[in-house]
């Protein structure tokens, strides 16, 4: 989840939720959030002593951000004119997750497949988040992952008010009478 266009002033009030799905935590030393307007021109380190849950959330937030877990200088883009971009990269320089956001992609951002992203998610008015529908499940499809909505920081988002359970389910289609 991001906030991106804070209530006011975004001096200091963007955030970025991480999650982490797997069963162990996960120390964040040495990884990097990026972001940017027209490039990734500004990068942030996070700090050594970072750890996510099994299973958790951390929140990464400006110098007034007052429920983040760790403060960073983070500069989010209002995507007023096509798309703005963060991405999370891990300690050994592997992008681990890229988010876009805004209108069309006259920058050619990439996606994590390292083509240009074709799939944008839309722009958060201000005060309001851009959130994945379900927590964790990334299809490199950001107009389909995510949605503008009330902020939930440190906590899941849901499951997108469909009541719909993902999963690696064997339910199958096993008879049907097509023409009755």
């Known amino acids: 989840e991001m906030m991106t266009n804070p209530d006011g002033s975004d001096d ?8 982490n799905p797997e069963a162990r935590e996960v120390n964040l030393s040495g990884w990097v959030l990026e972001s940017g307007t027209s490039s990734y021109s500004h990068a942030d ?5 970072v750890i996510i849950p099994a299973g958790g959330f951390v929140v990464l937030g400006g110098p007034v951000v007052e429920f983040a877990d760790t403060t960073l200088d983070i500069y989010l883009g209002n995507a007023s004119t096509g798309a703005d971009a963060a991405r999370l990269v891990d300690c050994s320089g592997i992008i681990r997750d890229t ?4 209108s069309g992609n006259p920058e050619e951002w990439v996606d994590d ?10 722009s ?6 851009l959130a994945r529908l379900v927590d964790g499940m990334d299809t490199d499809q950001c107009a389909e992952d995510f949605a503008v909505g009330s902020a939930t920081p440190g906590a899941a988002n849901g499951s997108g008010g469909s ?3 993902a999963g ?8 049907l009478l097509p023409d009755p």
């Open 12 to 19: 200091g009030a963007e955030w970025v939720e991480l999650y």
């Open 45 to 49: 380190a996070i700090a050594d002593d």
């Open 99 to 102: 988010v876009l956001y805004g």
């Open 113 to 122: 497949d390292g083509l240009p992203a074709v799939s944008i998610a839309s």
């Open 124 to 129: 958060p008015s201000e005060g309001n988040s």
């Open 163 to 165: 009541g719909c359970e």
């Open 168 to 175: 690696t389910f064997s339910v199958k289609i096993n008879e």
